[in-house]
T-cell receptor, first 113, second 113 residues
Framework: NAGVMQNPRHLVRRRGQEARLRCSPV?????VYWYRQLPEEGLKFMVY????????ESGMPKERFSAEFPKEGPSILRIQQVVRGDSAAYFC???????????FGPGTRLTVL | AQSVSQHNHHVILSEAASLELGCNYS??????LFWYVQYPGQHLQLLLK??????LVKGIKGFEAEFIKSKFSFNLRKPSVQWSDTAEYFC???????????FGAGTRLAVHP
């Protein structure tokens, strides 16, 4: 009974490189959420997607960040030209069609050198 | 803007002590309320949730929380903590028709044997 899978678990990038974070939701879940946790802070909502659609991206930085959830395959959070301030833990969550509860993955810890 | 406040950032208790973690939110409309726990090295897990009905909610592992609408609060309690309760605890709110969760900054609980 696989939960939310995220990979990689740890990602190291140099400034200016691209980071791609992957999230496979619980089987049968069609809603995916991305959250970011900076050191000593709580999780902050970034984006909410359903299959092939972005529903709410009110928490996404305006530049360099994008997300997708294609018809087939995992959801991808992409960060272009990373900066040191992007270092954080990025959590993905998924929920079923009646989204009363979100199930979280283990997170990807991004370190930008 | 909606926000969630967790008053205690670090709590240290001895085993068998009683626990109460505070959570207040700022939103005047309908809310769904959650407590999540993150054990060391693990992903977030749902402890309990409140949607409607009895304001005293019982969750897993002996935890409970009480929704007090007039105080905009949803405090987490456990009558007798164990060493295995050492973890970080997050209060979260879902408001209106939005699916995103708004998290508090978290409370780190350390239980000493």
């Amino acid at each position: 009974n696989a939960g939310v899978m995220q990979n990689p678990r740890h990602l190291v990038r140099r400034r200016g490189q691209e980071a791609r974070l992957r999230c496979s939701p619980v089987k049968g879940h069609s809603h995916v959420y991305w959250y970011r946790q900076l050191p000593e802070e709580g999780l902050k909502f970034m984006v909410y997607l359903q299959k092939e659609n972005i529903i709410d991206e009110s928490g996404m930085p305006k530049e360099r960040f994008s997300a997708e959830f294609p018809k087939e395959g995992p959801s991808i959070l992409r960060i272009q030209q990373v900066v040191r301030g992007d270092s954080a833990a990025y959590f993905c969550a998924s929920s079923p069609d009646s989204p009363d509860e979100q199930f979280f993955g283990p997170g990807t810890r991004l370190t930008v050198l | 803007a909606q926000s969630v406040s967790q008053h205690n950032h670090h709590v240290i208790l001895s085993e068998a002590a009683s626990l109460e973690l505070g959570c207040n939110y700022s939103y005047g409309g309908t809310v769904n309320l959650f407590w999540y726990v993150q054990y060391p090295g693990q992903h977030l897990q749902l402890l309990l949730k409140y949607f409607s009905g009895d304001p005293l909610v019982k969750g897993i592992k002996g935890f409970e929380a009480e929704f007090i609408k007039s105080k905009f609060s949803f405090n987490l309690r456990k009558p007798s903590v164990q060493w295995s309760d050492t973890a970080e605890y997050f209060c979260a709110v879902k408001t209106g028709g939005y699916n995103k969760l708004i998290f508090g900054a978290g409370t780190r609980l350390a239980v000493h044997p």
